[in-house]
């Protein structure tokens, strides 16, 4: 049997809390920019030190983020993002992120990104306080 890697971005939208409980049209308008990507088991999704071109939703699945100085890596699963900061700071990439099994993920690229966040403040201002929470896990001594 082969593998089905069709997805309805409509329906994949529906799993991202951020998402859940916007009006129709701004679904529809998401819907439009989101691009649906299947991560293989084991894949690294983002490279540490990669300049960033997109931010990923996680519609199934689980990801693993693998950064320098903490002793742990972060699990993240449906609902989850990442990928923001090097966005949002225009620096590079600051961990690994890589896929723990097949995992579903929705796909903004950068173009598409700065022109949410500068028409809708509240969503940047989510991104930014998830971004600065990441970047207050304690270093590992
Ligand atoms: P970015 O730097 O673009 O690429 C790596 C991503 O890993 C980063 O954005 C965040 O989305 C994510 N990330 C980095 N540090 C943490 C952390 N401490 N906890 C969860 N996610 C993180």
Known sequence: PQLDVRFDVGELIGRVPLFVGLPEERIAAFATLLHPR??????TIVRLGDRGDAMFFIASGAVEVLVPNLAE????????????MALLTRQRR?????????C????????DFRRLV???????????AVAEAR????AQP
């Open 38 to 43: 299947l991560a293989l088991p084991g894949e």
């Open 73 to 84: 890596p972060v699990k993240l699963g449906t609902g989850d993002f990442f990928g923001e």
């Open 94 to 102: 600051n961990a690994d992120v890589r896929a723990m099994g097949y």
């Open 104 to 111: 579903q993920l929705l796909v903004l690229d950068e173009k």
């Open 118 to 128: 500068q028409k809708d403040a509240n969503l940047r201002t989510h991104f930014q």
């Open 135 to 138: 970047r207050q896990q304690p």
